[in-house]
């Protein structure tokens, strides 16, 4: 992963990331560079600061710091040397990479009638590796199906920061998108539609998912998930919508529309569990109506992520589905 | 016999001479135009299109002739070949390599450097304003550069076969 982001980095920093130990190399999941002060690596048990040389450092002091000149030309490099094109993502504070690596970014911000403009003199990124990791939605998949219906139920996905909710919709996505239901009777693969705002659900470049979400999906990249999630459902016939991080009144407002066309929904928020999200005033009133069949709740456990709960709409333990399991025939499988 | 070859050998040469010089004071306006044209295009294409500046700059590139397309060519090569630099240094890069093969002079170069200072590096509004200010140099160098091809056109065209002549003259 790190491989993906070494070609981002100024040549100081490349050659410092390049020269990692194998095993931080493997287990990095964010990198934070901050003007003047130490470089910090994120990895699976924690962080450290690393030294000139790419070994972890014991104290701060030893660390190797990124110059103004490092934040410059990795702003510029980021933005591939245009950074007139990337001025909605500055207003908001991130930018997505190849890959479907998001970076955040901070700094001095430039008001325009009292709202943010852009963010000028950049001195803190950090740099979120996306992972891809095929198969998480299995265990979670049987338990959000609704044999009934022929589909899913509408699923929330709810955990804090950097518990792998990303990746677990985009491999729901994937499962759903070729058919590998738990359950014979679900049949083949289903339309679906992916509302991508930040670029991190497919990781798309010029439109085309780099990660893979299925034979039969749609991405629609960049867009504002509640005209996004509109859009959609007008043009695109999904019989499922994907969305990340929901929260915003207009969000719910389109999650309604959805619902009203029969299209089931798998969505996330960010949230440490049901409670949080019964406190966001317009996740509250989606949960008061009953909107949501399905709440997954994600944790992380000694570095690593695992499913802490599947809750029903009463916010009780769900019951898993009588599935039936016969091996599948033929090998309609990826 | 030989002699009298010789003699015209030089005759011609001088006179070549003189017409390339006339040429290249020709060239520097209508080059300087082009570039004015180049500039306005690429603020489209950033402005408007929101075009990647490498995209932007080998789109340049195919719309320009002569050594302006070599130089924006260069630079669009350079910014998507050389992952960790600049646009600045590439941008320089492209100007060492390509300059000499334009008529323009220095102080042309000095707007062109100053662009690169600036190109990439900030939103829409600001890139507008510099590209704007560039090509209103060109424009005034440009007049400049029209006077001077007006007033020494014709006088190099004359002084270079005259300066043949005077040559054979005096090694008679």
Excluded at chain 1, 69 to 87: A, G, Q, V, W
Excluded at chain 2, 7 to 21: H, S
Excluded at chain 2, 106 to 132: C, N, P, W, Y
Aim: aromatic share 4%; charged share 25%.
């Amino acid at each position: 992963m790190l491989d993906q982001i070494e070609m981002l980095l100024p040549p100081n920093l490349r050659v410092l990331i390049s020269r990692l130990p194998g095993w931080l190399h493997a287990a990095a999941e964010e990198v934070r560079i901050r003007e003047g002060r130490p470089l910090e690596l994120i990895h699976r048990d924690g962080f450290c600061f690393l030294k000139p040389d790419g070994t972890p450092a014991g104290k701060p002091e030893e660390a190797y710091r990124p110059t103004r000149e490092d934040c410059n030309r990795l702003l510029e490099l980021l933005t591939n040397h245009s950074i007139y094109s990337f001025e909605e993502e500055l207003k908001r504070g991130y930018i997505t990479v190849k890959g479907g690596h998001r970076v955040g970014l901070a700094g001095r911000t430039v008001l325009e009638q009292g709202r943010v403009k852009l963010i000028r003199d950049v001195c803190g990124f950090n740099i979120r590796l996306a992972r891809e990791i095929k198969d998480t939605g299995r265990q979670v998949l049987p338990r959000i199906t609704d044999p009934a219906a022929r589909s899913v139920h509408h699923t929330l996905v709810i955990s804090p920061p950097q518990t792998g909710k990303t990746t677990l919709i985009r491999d729901l996505a994937r499962l759903i998108s070729y058919g590998l239901w738990p359950d014979l009777r679900m049949g083949a693969g289903r339309k679906v539609g992916i509302v991508d705002e930040r670029s991190e659900l497919a990781a798309c470049e010029k439109g085309v998912p780099r990660f893979d979400v299925g034979p039969r999906t749609d991405v629609m990249d960049g867009c504002p998930k509640a005209e996004g999630m509109m859009m959609m459902i007008r043009s695109m016939s999904p019989e499922i919508l994907v969305v990340d991080e929901i929260g915003r009144e207009e969000d719910a407002e389109a999650l309604r529309e959805a619902m009203h066309a029969g299209i089931r929904v798998i969505a996330s928020a960010h949230g440490g569990g049901i409670a949080d999200i019964r406190n966001r005033p317009a996740l509250r009133q989606l949960s008061q109506e009953r909107f949501f069949g399905r709440f997954v709740v994600l944790g992380r456990r000694q570095g690593k992520v695992l499913v802490e709960a599947v809750l029903d709409a009463e916010g009780r333990p769900a019951a898993e589905p009588l599935l039936q399991t016969a091996a599948l025939k033929g090998g309609n499988h990826d | 016999m030989i002699k009298l070859i010789g003699a015209l050998c030089i005759v011609f040469a001088g006179t070549m001479l003189g017409f390339y010089r006339a040429l290249q004071l020709s060239e520097r306006p209508r080059q300087i135009r082009q570039s004015i044209l180049c500039l306005q295009r690429l603020e489209t294409e950033i402005v408007y299109g929101i075009t990647p500046l490498p995209e932007a700059l080998k789109i340049i590139a195919g719309t320009a002739a002569g050594p302006l397309r070599t130089l924006f060519g260069l630079a669009s090569r350079e910014l998507e070949e050389n992952g960790g630099g600049s646009v600045q240094e590439a941008w320089e890069q492209a100007l060492k390599a390509a300059w000499s093969h334009t008529s323009m002079k220095q102080a042309e170069k000095d707007v062109f450097l100053q662009l690169g200072m600036t190109l990439g590096i900030s939103d829409r509004d600001d890139q507008t304003k510099h590209l704007r200010l560039a090509v209103r140099q060109l424009q005034a160098e440009e007049a400049a550069a029209a006077d001077d091809q007006k007033r020494y056109g014709g006088m190099w065209r004359s002084l270079g076969l005259l300066a043949g002549v005077l040559i054979v003259i005096l090694m008679y």
